[in-house]
């Protein structure tokens, strides 16, 4: 059972533009929140994070919005660079120090 | 900056062999993760260790076993490799408490045959 689902596997943005990466739970339990930024034969790098008692936290062009009566969670870029074409991850926090993972979206921004 | 590091970016094994994946980090962080990485299934956890000598299973431990006999290594083993072992490995670690954030290796892409 997927407890976080990402269920776009890929997302085309033209640079400039606001890219959106969706990201919907299962366990009202999750108390914590990241986004993982992963280019292709790297580690996957923290981006940003939000409390499950916030609905917004922002981080120069990213933010990020939580919806917790229907379990969701968004990635707002803006505006969109070149640099920012990569695999995005969320992942929730279970427990003291366990991380649960979505599937992944592959974001490229078209220049 | 935090650093982790895997022993091998690339692996190539034979099935039924023992496989070593090592992981060191710099930091001094309590917490040490193993995952695999599989297209359309995300980031999966197979073992972590909070402690030297600690380990608990994470949510696909079959086929794996790991040590941590310091602070900075953990190693992931594969007793006898198998084909649907054929994953991108990634390592992570993190400070206990106040961050949530875990800081990741750059991944061993191994290939069993």
């Known amino acids: 059972d997927q407890q976080v689902k990402q269920n776009s596997p890929s997302l085309s943005v033209q640079e400039g533009r606001i890219s959106i990466l969706n990201c919907d739970y299962t366990n009202s339990m999750f108390d914590y929140f990241l986004w993982y930024k992963k280019y292709p034969a790297e580690g996957p790098t923290f981006l940003i994070s939000?409390?499950?008692?916030?609905d917004k936290n922002e981080d120069g062009r990213f933010t990020v919005f939580l919806n917790k009566s229907a379990k969701h969670l968004s990635l707002h870029i803006v505006p969109s660079q070149p640099g920012d074409s990569a695999v995005y991850f969320c992942?929730?926090?279970?427990?003291?120090?366990?991380?649960?993972f979505g599937q992944g979206t592959r974001l490229t921004i078209n220049p | 900056d935090v650093k982790v590091t895997q022993s091998s970016r690339y692996l190539v094994k034979r099935t039924g062999e023992k496989v070593f994946l090592e992981c060191v980090q710099d930091m001094d962080h309590e917490n040490m993760f193993w995952y695999r990485q599989d297209p359309g299934l995300g980031l999966r956890l197979i073992y972590f260790?909070?402690?030297?000598?600690?380990?608990e299973k994470g949510d696909i431990p079959e086929g794996y076993s790991v040590s941590r006999e310091k602070k900075e290594r953990f190693s992931l083993i594969l007793e006898s490799a198998s084909t649907n072992q054929t994953s991108m490995y990634l390592c992570a670690s993190n400070r206990q408490g106040a961050r949530y954030e875990q800081y990741f290796g750059p991944g061993t892409r191994l290939t069993v045959t």
């Open positions: 939000i409390s499950s008692i916030k």
């Open positions: 992942a929730a926090r279970e427990g003291a120090q366990k991380l649960v």
């Open positions: 260790s909070y402690d030297v000598k600690m380990k």
